[in-house]
Nanobody, 123 residues
Framework: QVQLVESGGGLVQAGGSLRLSCAAS????????MGWFRQAPGKEREFVAG????????DYAKSVKGRFTISRDNAKNSVALQMDSLKPEDTAVYYC????????????????WGQGTQVTVSS
């Protein structure tokens, strides 16, 4: 199992930037795909971005492609999500997730989750 703790959320104006971080504990971090999901009130949890264990493959939701960048540092057991050109519709609780195997864009396929961090984008 991998324990995950997110940080970096907050309140930002539309057009601004935030950088989310996820610190992982556990010896298997470097062998797991990592992902970011988000959940807005009244909505289902949705895939935002994912990165393979090596960092060589990434995937993004269409709604964030070109604005968000996922990265990882296996030496530091961490993954980050750089969010630029933020929009009010990006407002949600953002969750870090880990799974063995490839990137999947469905939450049910991810086995480890952080507690989430709130991102609020004002118009």
């Amino acid at each position: 199992q991998v324990q995950l703790v997110e940080s970096g959320g907050g309140l930002v104006q539309a057009g601004g930037s935030l950088r989310l971080s996820c610190a992982a504990s556990g010896r298997t971090f470097s062998s797991r795909a990592m992902g970011w999901f988000r959940q807005a009130p009244g909505k289902e949890r949705e895939f935002v971005a994912g990165i393979s264990w090596s960092g060589g493959n990434t995937d993004y939701a269409k709604s964030v492609k070109g604005r968000f960048t996922i990265s990882r540092d296996n030496a530091k057991n961490s993954v980050a999500l750089q969010m630029d050109s933020l929009k009010p519709e990006d407002t949600a609780v953002y969750y870090c997730a880990a799974r063995a195997g490839n990137i999947q864009n469905t939450a049910n396929f991810w086995g480890s989750w952080g507690q989430g961090t709130q991102v609020t984008v004002s118009s």
